[in-house]
């Protein structure tokens, strides 16, 4: 992702804390690196507001932050694509690249995987609002990651071979949303009501987990006299070495 997008994401994730984005898209906005640069920012946050309200603007930049907080590694990216009409609904289309990689050696399975992505992006997102709106009939959240084994999470970024790739895709009506920000119901009941893809097939997500797990742990600093792998992003803003 660029700079641009990264910069957006993080200035919505500090302006959540306040309700003033609605009538003021600057409020908690760091300093960009440049003027022009700001005022691209505040012009994207603007329109999107505009166009999907002010809490869809928001959850594009929470689910890029979340994703960078958990545990990706390669390039993240979040984006708004538009309306999507299906089963009679209309939906805001949000995807997510979340550059996680999942562990092989944890041996999970694909629906452990797909419950792991709900809990440190999805349902880290959404614990942010009390309530929620969009001009639709609800959300359809693509979100895409990856696997596979590897000891030190350095290594993933090191290397041209970064897993398979699993997409999943979450419809969520405002309905039900509404119900599970208000605390009417749980995140179970939420997904049982929702209608999940992972790689274009229907499955059931049932929590195992429940709570959302900790954030992973890094990897462990080596001794002072060897070399350690960069974790800043590149000159070309992106999250990840990748």
Known sequence: ????????????????????IANDPSAGLPIAPGKDERQAVLLLMKQNTEKYGSDVALLQGLLLVHSLQ???????????????????????NCRVASGVVLNDKQQLTAEQRLERIWHIVLERAFSKYEKFSAPAD???????YNH????RMAEVGESDDVGPTERAKFYLTMADLT????????????LERSKILLDDQPVKLRLVEVTMPPPPVKDVPPPE???APSAAPGPDGRSAKR
């Open 1 to 20: 992702m660029t700079a641009r997008a990264l910069l957006f994401a993080l200035s919505l994730a500090i302006a959540s804390a306040t309700p003033a």
């Open 70 to 92: 958990g545990e990706a590694v390669l390039s993240t990216e979040s984006r708004i694509l538009g309306f999507e009409k299906t089963g009679g609904r209309n939906y805001v």
């Open 138 to 144: 609800g959300l359809a959240i693509e979100i895409e």
């Open 148 to 151: 596979k084994a590897f000891d």
């Open 179 to 190: 119900d599970y920000m208000g605390r009417r119901v749980g995140p179970q009941e939420l």
């Open 225 to 227: 006299n060897a070399a």
